[in-house]
């Protein structure tokens, strides 16, 4: 008995440090795409949500040069090395060269304009285009055979072992000279950085404008300069990093944009931003952390868990618990262009019209022989979001990322209440399981989560509430992947019926889409109705400034969180009706891509209030179920009559994601220059 304690013993040590060895090296990659995003941040003191599809769009650039030189792990070792420098400076100047890009179209032409968040918002926009580019860029490296699916999901990009396998690990523990050199160059990197922060003009110049740009600019310093090299520096120190990566894991995905960006973000916040050195610490940190989860818990989980510690940061720990200095720690100066949207007052004689030509539509739909009454309800689905998000958004003020977490809930809320396939409905009186009933439900469990993610968004503030959002709009469709049990995982939820009118005969999907019309009607009336109300001038108030909302007796939380709830119920009743449009839903169904969308519409049509957004959001659900497939129907006719194969295979279906980046893009940009 004794020695079989002693062996378990002994095989638990090798499992634990076997485990801080990967958590070490994966942590090392990480912190090196942390350190980029630390050093622009400390000096532009604005987030940089591309700066996850920089780091993931140069391990694509990375892992097809290699593809390209053709070098194999069968190559000479001098031959091996000289490629691997090759890469990394080849992905130092990538990233360095996309970040800059960054600097100068989502950050400078704000500077100067009354709107501390557009660009954030441009940001986001840019992050698109960026992961655009990487699948413009396999499409130009690989040609698919006829018939083949065409999509925007990237293949993993293989990269060849370039490190020479040697080992120099001890007993049944692996420590390979590639976990060795990870771990060296990031001490460097973290090293060499802080070093020349301290000790070279440009350090000091970057430091100085970090601290107090006012006085920098007034000592000579210029803070423009400043920037475009924090950028330039830190998207060169990332793109080093994506090159690492590609080269220790052995291969690329430019999905991986969004996740490696928080992740990055939160060994940033970890480690208290401006510091590399507290930046490879936390990197370090979160690196074991996420090994010991993958093992004690699930791998599956690890994200999850992960978005969780950025939030708790954000929300109640901003400055770090290893550092000193808050990011986003001031709060927005005045009101947000972006966010101001829902003042203007909406035209009657424009609602009037929308409600007459929504009520004739499925009647002209079906004479003209157009039968795209499904999508028009989606459009009036997306109306409904765009209504609540510009409760949230215009109303109060909040910037909402993860505006689709709710949809999403709404949508498993009618799935797991009515679904032939459902455990929960299946248990549940038949009552309970009536599509009607479905619809106020859905609303009322969203509004619900929204109050409950509200609770520690309300502690944060502008860039700081916009990730917090985010996180939660990421954990919410990773949660419903992993509850196979309950929501299906990645097969979904089938077999959701519509909405029964009883004895009137009434086609199914003409009755979801007067159910559609009639939710999108009472969002706009109950929209409409709050912005002149007293809680409409109260949110305009705390979203003015909420310091002196207080002061005036208003209570800013509780007002936030009404916000949210609203919002999020419409969100939830609207996934309700997507549920039971289509009969089934699945997790992927509610990315980010939705709340870009979403966003995309009110930010467009913000200008004009509710009347705005609902233009906007029928605006983005024409061009995504009508114009997207006239043009390129048009593109193959042309390219038909011209024999031009090119032509012929065009689909701009794949090129949403840079259409919608530079919708919201150029629709920030206008808006903010108009109240500059």
Same mark, same amino acid.
């Given at each position: 008995?004794?020695?079989?304690?002693?062996?378990?013993?002994?095989?638990?040590?090798?499992?634990?440090?076997?485990?801080?060895?990967?958590?070490?090296?994966?942590?090392?990659?990480?912190?090196?795409?942390?350190?980029?995003?630390?050093? #622009?941040?400390?000096?532009?003191?604005?987030?940089?949500?591309?700066?996850?599809?920089?780091? !993931?769009?140069?391990?694509?650039?990375?892992?097809?040069?290699?593809?390209?030189?053709?070098?194999?792990?069968?190559?000479?070792?001098?031959?091996?090395?000289?490629?691997?420098?090759?890469?990394?400076?080849?992905?130092?100047?990538?990233?360095?060269?996309?970040?800059?890009?960054?600097?100068?179209?989502?950050?400078?032409?704000?500077?100067?304009?009354?709107?501390?968040?557009?660009?954030?918002?441009?940001?986001?926009?840019?992050?698109?285009?960026?992961?655009?580019?990487?699948?413009?860029?396999?499409?130009?490296?690989?040609?698919?055979?006829?018939?083949?699916?065409?999509?925007?999901?990237?293949?993993?990009?293989?990269?060849?072992?370039?490190?020479?396998?040697?080992?120099?690990?001890?007993?049944?523990?692996?420590?390979?000279?590639?976990?060795?050199?990870?771990?060296?160059?990031?001490?460097?990197?973290?090293?060499?950085?802080?070093?020349?922060?301290?000790?070279?003009?440009?350090?000091?110049?970057?430091?100085?404008?970090?601290?107090?740009?006012?006085?920098?600019?007034?000592?000579?310093?210029?803070?423009?300069?400043?920037? +475009?090299?924090?950028?330039?520096?830190?998207?060169?120190?990332?793109?080093?990093?994506?090159?690492?990566?590609?080269?220790?894991?052995?291969?690329?995905?430019?999905?991986?944009?969004?996740?490696?960006?928080?992740?990055?973000?939160?060994?940033?916040?970890?480690?208290?931003?401006?510091?590399?050195?507290?930046?490879?610490? !936390?990197?370090?940190?979160?690196?074991?952390?996420?090994?010991?989860?993958?093992?004690?818990?699930?791998?599956?989980?690890?994200?999850?868990?992960?978005?969780?510690?950025?939030?708790?940061?954000?929300?109640?720990?901003?400055?770090?618990?290893?550092?000193?200095?808050?990011?986003?720690?001031?709060?927005?100066?005045?009101?947000?262009?972006?966010?101001?949207?829902?003042?203007?007052?909406?035209?009657?004689?424009?609602?009037?019209?929308?409600?007459?030509?929504?009520?004739?539509?499925?009647?002209?739909?079906?004479?003209?022989?157009?039968?795209?009454?499904?999508?028009?309800?989606? !459009?009036?689905?997306?109306?409904?979001?765009?209504?609540?998000?510009?409760?949230?958004?215009?109303? #109060?003020?909040?910037?909402?990322?993860?505006?689709?977490?709710?949809?999403?809930?709404?949508?498993?809320?009618?799935?797991?209440?009515?679904?032939?396939?459902?455990?929960?409905?299946?248990?549940?009186?038949?009552?309970?399981?009536?599509?009607?009933?479905?619809?106020?439900?859905?609303?009322?469990?969203?509004?619900?989560?929204?109050?409950?993610?509200?609770?520690?968004?309300?502690? +944060?503030?502008?860039?700081?509430?916009?990730?917090?959002?985010?996180?939660?709009?990421?954990?919410?469709?990773?949660?419903?992947?992993? =509850?196979?049990?309950?929501?299906?995982?990645?097969?979904?939820?089938?077999?959701?019926?519509?909405?029964?009118?009883?004895?009137?005969?009434?086609?199914?999907?003409?009755?979801?889409?007067?159910?559609? =019309?009639?939710?999108?009607?009472?969002?706009?009336?109950?929209?409409?109705?709050?912005? +002149?109300?007293?809680?409409?001038?109260?949110?305009?108030?705390?979203?003015?400034?909420?310091?002196?909302?207080?002061?005036?007796?208003?209570?800013?939380?509780?007002?936030?969180?009404?916000?949210?709830?609203?919002?999020?119920?419409? #969100?939830?009743?609207?996934?309700?009706?997507?549920?039971?449009?289509?009969?089934?839903?699945?997790?992927?169904?509610?990315?980010?891509?939705?709340?870009?969308?979403?966003?995309?519409?009110?930010?467009?049509?913000?200008?004009?209030?509710?009347?705005?957004?609902?233009?906007?959001?029928? #605006?983005?659900?024409?061009?995504?179920?009508?114009?997207?497939?006239?043009?390129?129907?048009?593109?193959?006719?042309?390219?038909?009559?011209?024999?031009?194969?090119?032509?012929?295979?065009?689909?701009?279906?794949?090129?949403?994601?840079?259409?919608?980046?530079?919708?919201?893009?150029?629709?920030?940009?206008?808006?903010?220059?108009?109240?500059?």
């Amino acid at each position: 008995m004794a020695r079989a304690v002693r062996v378990d013993s002994a095989v638990t040590v090798e499992l634990v440090l076997q485990l801080l060895v990967y958590g070490l090296t994966d942590g090392a990659v990480v912190a090196l795409n942390a350190a980029g995003f630390t050093l #622009a941040y400390s000096v532009a003191r604005q987030i940089n949500l591309a700066h996850g599809s920089v780091f !993931a769009l140069t391990t694509v650039v990375v892992a097809n040069l290699a593809a390209f030189a053709g070098v194999t792990a069968a190559a000479p070792v001098l031959v091996r090395v000289a490629a691997l420098l090759a890469f990394a400076v080849c992905g130092a100047v990538c990233g360095g060269v996309l970040n800059v890009g960054v600097e100068r179209l989502a950050f400078r032409p704000f500077r100067g304009v009354r709107d501390p968040l557009a660009p954030l918002v441009a940001s986001v926009a840019l992050s698109f285009i960026l992961f655009q580019a990487a699948v413009w860029w396999h499409d130009f490296r690989f040609v698919a055979p006829p018939g083949a699916h065409q999509g925007v999901d990237l293949p993993y990009l293989a990269m060849p072992d370039l490190v020479p396998s040697v080992e120099l690990g001890w007993g049944g523990v692996s420590f390979t000279l590639k976990d060795g050199l990870v771990l060296a160059i990031a001490v460097l990197v973290a090293g060499g950085g802080a070093l020349a922060l301290a000790s070279t003009k440009v350090g000091r110049l970057l430091r100085a404008v970090a601290q107090d740009p006012e006085t920098a600019a007034l000592m000579g310093g210029d803070p423009d300069r400043a920037q +475009t090299i924090a950028f330039a520096v830190g998207g060169a120190v990332a793109g080093f990093g994506a090159a690492i990566f590609a080269a220790y894991f052995g291969g690329a995905n430019a999905q991986y944009g969004l996740r490696s960006g928080l992740a990055a973000m939160t060994a940033a916040v970890l480690g208290g931003v401006g510091d590399p050195r507290g930046a490879l610490l !936390a990197g370090v940190v979160l690196g074991i952390f996420s090994s010991f989860s993958d093992y004690l818990l699930d791998a599956q989980w690890t994200p999850v868990l992960v978005l969780l510690l950025l939030i708790g940061l954000l929300a109640f720990r901003p400055t770090g618990l290893l550092g000193t200095t808050s990011i986003g720690s001031e709060p927005p100066s005045a009101a947000s262009p972006v966010l101001v949207a829902a003042r203007g007052k909406g035209s009657t004689k424009v609602l009037a019209g929308l409600l007459v030509l929504g009520v004739l539509y499925p009647w002209v739909d079906q004479a003209a022989g157009w039968y795209r009454l499904p999508g028009a309800t989606m !459009a009036l689905l997306m109306v409904t979001l765009s209504i609540g998000l510009t409760v949230v958004v215009g109303f #109060a003020g909040l910037l909402d990322l993860g505006y689709a977490a709710f949809f999403a809930i709404g949508s498993y809320t009618a799935a797991l209440l009515t679904s032939s396939g459902s455990h929960l409905a299946l248990d549940l009186p038949i009552g309970w399981r009536e599509p009607w009933l479905a619809l106020p439900l859905a609303g009322l469990m969203a509004a619900g989560f929204g109050v409950f993610f509200g609770l520690p968004s309300v502690r +944060t503030r502008g860039e700081y509430l916009a990730i917090v959002t985010l996180a939660f709009g990421e954990i919410v469709p990773l949660v419903i992947w992993h =509850l196979p049990d309950w929501t299906g995982g990645p097969r979904g939820v089938s077999g959701i019926p519509a909405v029964a009118f009883g004895p009137l005969r009434v086609n199914a999907a003409v009755g979801t889409y007067g159910v559609a =019309l009639a939710v999108a009607c009472l969002a706009a009336i109950a929209a409409l109705r709050l912005n +002149t109300s007293r809680i409409g001038r109260a949110w305009a108030a705390v979203r003015e400034d909420d310091m002196a909302a207080a002061a005036a007796g208003i209570n800013p939380p509780v007002l936030k969180l009404l916000a949210f709830a609203i919002g999020a119920g419409f #969100a939830g009743v609207a996934g309700a009706g997507f549920a039971q449009l289509f009969g089934y839903v699945e997790p992927g169904e509610f990315d980010f891509t939705v709340s870009l969308m979403v966003l995309a519409a009110v930010v467009i049509g913000g200008r004009w209030g509710v009347v705005g957004a609902i233009l906007g959001a029928l #605006a983005i659900a024409a061009y995504d179920r009508l114009l997207v497939d006239a043009i390129t129907a048009g593109l193959h006719a042309v390219g038909t009559a011209l024999n031009n194969s090119a032509l012929l295979a065009a689909d701009l279906r794949q090129h949403s994601f840079a259409v919608f980046g530079l919708a919201l893009f150029l629709a920030t940009l206008y808006r903010a220059r108009k109240t500059a």
